[in-house]
């Protein structure tokens, strides 16, 4: 079965809110994370990173939040943009795991109201 | 610096064609992958190269070949397509491990009849 999943796989929000997209996983030897944005007919683009040793990472306008206690990950987009719409991937990876590498989630697509 | 690049970005097959998609990087990487993507699913990994020469099998290999004859470039290969092969293809790299962040193509959306 799949060890990353999202709560919601679709999440309409006003533009110039906040949102927040949820991950969870299962593995508990996942130490490294990612998540994607996929835009309609592109390919997935790497948006920000974090690994088990944090709990927390910025970037640009996203944050990453890690709660490895209940095995959760979320990513948080400040003042979402009409350019915001898209689908949002979790991936996870166990660094002594397989050579399967990353896990991908199903995606949550972001909707963004005028 | 192009990244990832594909071709072709579509292609229609009758079944029973044979066909090869190209995915080049130019960011020196070592890790390159194979991923297919179908409506309502998440990526998952056909083939994958540790590195040139060499290749191997990932969630869904049948029915798929690969090859990786040169560093920068990583073959797919559908010998006798299958309509259950419709989907849109990926290819990605990563530098080192499997667990790096991986850098992904525009995609590939290959249709069979």
């Known amino acids: 079965g799949e060890s990353v999943g999202l709560h919601l796989p679709t999440l309409s929000v006003q533009e110039g809110d906040n949102s927040i997209i949820n991950c969870a996983y299962s593995?508990?030897?996942?130490?490294?994370f990612i998540w994607y944005k996929q835009e309609s007919g592109k390919g997935p683009q790497f948006i920000i990173d974090?690994?088990?040793?944090?709990d927390k990472r910025q970037g640009q306008r996203v944050t990453v939040l890690l709660n490895k206690t209940v095995k959760h990950l979320s990513l948080q987009i400040a003042a979402t943009q009409p350019g915001d719409s898209a689908v949002y991937f979790c991936?996870?990876?166990?660094?002594?795991?397989?050579?399967?590498?990353?896990?991908f989630g199903k995606g949550t697509h972001l909707i963004i109201q005028p | 610096n192009a990244g990832v690049t594909q071709t072709p970005k579509f292609r229609v097959l009758k079944t029973g064609q044979s066909m090869t998609l190209l995915c080049a990087q130019d960011m020196n990487h070592e890790y390159m992958y194979w991923y297919r993507q179908d409506p309502g699913m998440g990526l998952r990994l056909i083939h994958y190269s540790v590195g040139e020469g060499t290749t191997a099998k990932g969630e869904v290999p049948d029915g798929y070949n690969v090859s990786r004859l040169k560093k920068q470039n990583f073959l797919l290969g559908l010998e006798s397509a299958a309509p259950s092969q419709t989907s849109v293809y990926f290819c990605?790299?990563?530098?080192?491990?499997?667990?790096?962040?991986?850098?992904f193509g525009p995609g590939t959306r290959l249709t069979v009849l």
């Open positions: 593995n508990s030897a996942s130490d490294y």
């Open positions: 990605a790299s990563s530098l080192w491990r499997t667990t790096d962040t991986q850098y």
């Open positions: 974090i690994r088990s040793n944090m």
């Open positions: 991936a996870e990876s166990a660094s002594g795991g397989g050579a399967d590498g990353l896990t």
